[in-house]
């Protein structure tokens, strides 16, 4: 209480003073907050109330210094919860019932007061304390300034929105316009467990996914997006709608399982805001929108996909122009896509890959793993010179590495510990005595490695690691960067070349097949495919379902021989490899790619069918 009232401004405690001069008791002083702000049980106990009086009396101001990360804190200023709620009001929505399932120092609140004249009844939710006075202050200090304004009865429960039972509020809303307003936490279920924090949700499975899933990072969750959902559960199927500034990638994944659910919300729409400007946050950001009670069908419109379909998709624009929509990503039929209309043009090529795209080898140690040749010795992240064996030492490419379409000498190297996931490495001892002195010197480092992965293997287990690693030429792309480019990774010295878990790749035996594929991802129609089934904004824009969704062998046969040579790409490889992309090897390439399809066609026949899973980008 001590640091809301540090917010209200000098004439209204003056205000108060003078209000509270004659009044002593619990009761009056509820009966008088009601009066002022609208605010039932202003003071919970007596003590709340005599605090309040204490604290009247004139003090020093101290600053507000708490961090918060671990409840996703990130204030909504004034204006930008101002601007929101004309927004929805120019849009025609004008609630009976507000609920705020985060309400902070009550930005959209205080909004919403201002904005919706037929407001009746607000409901928020908050877990910290110091906010939920900060709120009732700021609420009180409106309403003496503007004591004309309609005046709505408001109910603010200090209490954890995971706990807090919304269905007791779907009698009160069911039959009366609703608006579900605000902006829940910034904050990820893994940032969480690193943090130690019990501030989850108890189901923090939600999505079910399996172990290893859940260990490598699928399983992580934005809570703004469990929010979101515990909202839909509750009131999807009622009048109104719901608002809520949130990150981009938690709309991409609310549209992404929308299948696998049956809520009612149709006209989905995501308007861009500047989260640098209003909230110093280096992150996409938009204002999630959507009506409640009916899900819209598919009538031939820009989202494709057979009438009478759900329609499944969020149109984009920013929240300056909210009329010009720039795009529209989501559901065109069983496939998840980023822009429906570059989607239009490329949707033949989006099938399954004849081969199959592999994420580079993972270690978490790359200070001991990772060497540098200088002065034609191997050096450690540590600069110590190693002196090693050099038959487990390989070359190494990073996603940094990936700009030009040959890469001809790589900048380090790795140790490869395994030729296969979980495999002995007792084997490194008995056959390379110097390298397992080096291992076994920095085996703290390896006992040190944070991921669930490594307990109970072997302490050098690598994973990423198989057949497929070993060879000789690969194409790769870096997981990371926004641009789809692939590059020729050949082997250097006669070792095949590893990559780094940031990078996917696919392995062939032989030095034109691998040139050719490079030439078809590089092109045009391929290019334009990736752009609009990827979001730029993911941290790892391309993931494996991503890149298995393009069917080179369609792309191939659609370009043609002449095509494919003759791109101004080919120019940038070397006249050695140029020369052996003869007409004779496009035949036998386009066989192989065949050949591979149906062996993956008759093999998928035993395999149980994959659902609309097949069309799922993670
Ligand atoms: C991003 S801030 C936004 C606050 C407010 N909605 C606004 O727009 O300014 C998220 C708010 O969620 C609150 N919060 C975090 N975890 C919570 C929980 N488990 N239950 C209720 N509130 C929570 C934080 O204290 C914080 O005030």
Redesign the pocket.
């Known amino acids: 209480m001590e640091n809301a009232l540090q917010h209200i401004k000098e004439t209204t405690l003056d205000f108060l003073r003078s209000r509270f001069k004659q009044i002593h008791g619990f009761d009056d002083a509820n009966r008088e907050m009601l009066q002022l702000s609208g605010i039932n049980d202003f003071f919970l106990t007596e003590q709340d109330f005599q605090l309040f009086l204490e604290l009247l009396e004139p003090r020093p101001k101290v600053a507000d210094t708490t961090m918060?990360r671990?409840?996703?804190?990130?204030?909504?200023p004034p204006n930008l919860?101002k601007t929101v709620c004309d927004f929805l009001l120019s849009y025609g929505i004008s609630p009976k019932v507000l609920i705020?399932?985060?309400?902070?120092?009550?930005?959209?609140i205080l909004s919403a007061i201002e904005t919706f004249p037929m407001l009746e009844e607000i409901h928020g939710?908050?877990?910290?304390e110091p906010?939920c006075w900060h709120t009732k202050f700021a609420v009180l200090e409106l309403f003496i300034e503007k004591p004309n304004l309609n005046r709505p009865s408001i109910f603010l429960y200090r209490?954890?929105?995971?706990k807090?039972d919304f269905h007791k509020l779907v009698e009160i809303t069911r039959k009366q316009e609703m608006l579900v307003l605000?902006?829940?936490?910034?904050v990820t279920s893994s940032e969480l467990s690193a943090l130690n924090s019990t501030?989850i949700p108890t189901k923090s499975n939600f999505k079910s996914h399996n172990g290893l899933d859940a260990i490598t990072g699928k399983g992580n969750f934005d809570?703004g997006e469990y929010i979101i959902l515990m909202m839909l559960n509750a009131f999807a199927d009622h009048t109104g709608s719901l608002a809520m500034?949130v990150k981009n990638s938690v709309i991409k994944n609310v549209l992404q399982d929308l299948p696998n659910t049956t809520y009612p919300i149709s006209n989905l729409v995501a308007l861009r805001f500047d989260a640098k400007v209003h909230f110093n946050a280096s992150v996409d950001a938009s204002l999630f929108r959507c009506s409640f009670g009916s899900r819209s069908t598919n009538g031939g419109s820009a989202s494709g996909g057979k009438a009478g379909q759900d329609q499944l998709t969020c149109k984009v624009a920013t929240l300056v122009s909210p009329q010009s929509i720039e795009s529209e990503f989501g559901w065109v039929g069983n496939k998840f896509v980023s822009d429906i209309t570059a989607y239009q043009e490329t949707q033949f090529y989006d099938g399954s890959s004849p081969f199959v795209w592999r994420q580079g080898v993972k270690h978490d140690c790359s200070r001991i793993l990772e060497l540098e040749l200088i002065d034609r010795k191997l050096m450690n992240g540590f600069n110590e010179f190693v002196d090693i064996e050099n038959d487990l030492v390989f070359p190494l490419v990073k996603s940094s590495d990936i700009q030009n379409s040959l890469i001809v000498t790589p900048r380090k190297f790795v140790i490869i510990t395994q030729k296969k996931v979980g495999e002995e490495t007792t084997f490194i001892a008995q056959r390379f005595p110097r390298l397992n002195r080096y291992l076994s010197d920095n085996l703290r480092f390896f006992s040190e490695r944070k991921s669930s992965i490594y307990n109970g293997k072997s302490p050098y287990a690598i994973f990423g690691i198989g057949e497929y690693s070993f060879k000789p030429f690969k194409v790769a792309i870096s997981g990371f960067y926004k641009k789809p480019f692939f590059s020729l990774v050949p082997p250097y010295n006669n070792k095949p070349t590893m990559l780094d878990d940031t990078c996917y790749f696919l392995g062939f035996d032989n030095q034109t097949q691998v040139a050719f594929v490079l030439l078809i991802l590089n092109s045009e129609p391929v290019q334009k495919l990736l752009r609009s089934l990827t979001f730029l904004n993911a941290k790892r824009p391309y993931t494996k379902d991503i890149l298995m969704r393009i069917d080179i062998h369609k792309v191939a046969e659609h370009l043609g021989f002449d095509r494919v040579r003759d791109k101004g790409l080919a120019d940038k490889l070397p006249e050695s490899i140029l020369q052996s992309l003869t007409r004779e090897k496009w035949v036998e390439f386009l066989a192989s790619c065949e050949n591979v399809s149906q062996t993956k066609s008759q093999y998928s026949l035993f395999k149980q069918p994959s659902s609309i899973s097949a069309g799922i980008v993670s």
């Open positions: 918060r671990e409840y996703g804190d990130f204030q909504t919860s705020e399932p985060t309400f902070g120092k009550g930005s959209f939710v908050e877990i910290y906010y209490n954890d929105v995971f807090f605000g902006n829940p936490p910034w501030n809570i500034l």
